[in-house]
């Protein structure tokens, strides 16, 4: 495992993406990726083997896909 913050995540794809890019992550552990990519308006893909982060995944990127609804303002 490899700690990493969302905000270095963040930092690096904002320098390399635009907003509705695709994001992928091909060994995705917790989805911390996801996360930034989420909060970022950006498309994300993540491939896990291990259950146990897979099953941590889920709820993080829907608790941030949650939190991003929950920010929108309709007009």
């Known amino acids: 495992p490899t700690q990493k913050p969302v905000a270095l ?3 690096i794809i904002l320098a390399s993406t635009n907003e509705g ?3 992928m992550d091909p060994f995705s552990g917790s989805s ?3 996360v930034a ?7 994300f893909v ?3 083997l291990e259950s146990e982060f897979l099953n941590l995944s889920v709820k993080r990127l829907e608790q941030a896909i ?3 609804k929950s920010s929108l303002v309709f007009v």
Do not use: M, S, W
């Open 37 to 43: 990519a989420i909060r970022l308006k950006r498309r």
């Open 66 to 68: 949650n939190i991003k």
């Open 46 to 48: 993540g491939i896990e």
């Open 21 to 23: 890019d695709l994001v």
């Open 32 to 34: 911390t990726t996801g």
């Open 9 to 11: 995540l963040e930092r």
